[in-house]
């Protein structure tokens, strides 16, 4: 247990409202990422974080906004949520020491935009 | 960048054959390479990793994979696979740098008919 929580598991939300996902660790680590996993994709970066408020885009960032204010919370912001962006969306985080040390991941949440 | 194959969407095998799961990547230098399991609506769970000296990697559950760096790949095996093997697959690759995300494989599905 890696001490990763993402709230909500759940959601369902219309489209064109904001949802923000949150990811909170316990453990201090610097590196944070967040990921989407859909059938036929595999997972996919959408951000990643490097410290507070220290955020780069991933692969599939359109849409998507992240903050980062304290080390143990990353949070994902859908502006305008669109039915392209339902999925379930995993944070993980990767402790820097040992370099080859792999990523941990939280539950997941699984967001439907209707 | 960093690219990741897994040649394979869909395998079935018989309980107690042998597995072997393909996998191979795009990176210029020697990555940290990871292999993951989902099982059915649950996180992802380590399975194995490599990132230098011996190319044989031992991982739980019985797993193994070997680093064939002429050929970019990182297969995964298991000399006898069971019921409980049934998941998603994915492979991940890494650069060989304190925290970098994680670059994941679209997957393959295992299914164990008996």
């Known amino acids: 247990d890696a001490g990763i929580t993402q709230s909500p598991r759940h959601k369902v939300t219309e489209t064109g409202t904001p949802v923000t996902l949150r990811c909170h660790q316990t453990?201090?680590?610097?590196?944070m990422y967040w990921y989407r996993q859909d059938p036929g994709h595999g997972l996919r970066l959408i951000h990643y974080s490097y410290g507070v408020k220290d955020t780069d885009k991933g692969e599939v960032s359109d849409g998507y906004s992240v903050s980062r204010s304290k080390t143990e919370d990353f949070l994902l912001t859908l502006e305008s949520a669109t039915s392209s962006q339902t999925s379930v969306y995993f944070c993980?985080?990767?402790?820097?020491?040992?370099?080859?040390?792999?990523?941990?991941f939280g539950q997941g949440t699984r967001l439907t935009v209707v | 960048a960093q690219s990741v194959t897994q040649p394979d969407i869909h395998i079935t095998v018989s309980e107690g054959a042998s597995l072997e799961l393909r996998c191979n990547y795009s990176y210029g230098a020697t990555p940290y390479l990871f292999w993951y399991v989902q099982s059915p609506g649950q996180g992802l769970q380590l399975l194995l990793k490599y990132f230098s000296g011996d190319t044989l990697v031992q991982g739980i559950k019985g797993f193994e994979a070997e680093f064939k760096r002429s050929q970019s790949s990182f297969n995964l095996r298991k000399p006898s696979v069971h019921w409980s093997d049934a998941a998603e697959y994915f492979c991940?690759?890494?650069?060989?740098?304190?925290?970098?995300?994680?670059?994941f494989g679209k997957g393959t599905t295992l299914s164990v008919s008996s």
């Open positions: 991940a690759v890494a650069r060989n740098q304190a925290g970098t995300a994680l670059i």
């Open positions: 453990e201090n680590h610097r590196y």
């Open positions: 993980a985080i990767r402790p820097d020491r040992p370099m080859n040390t792999e990523a941990f």
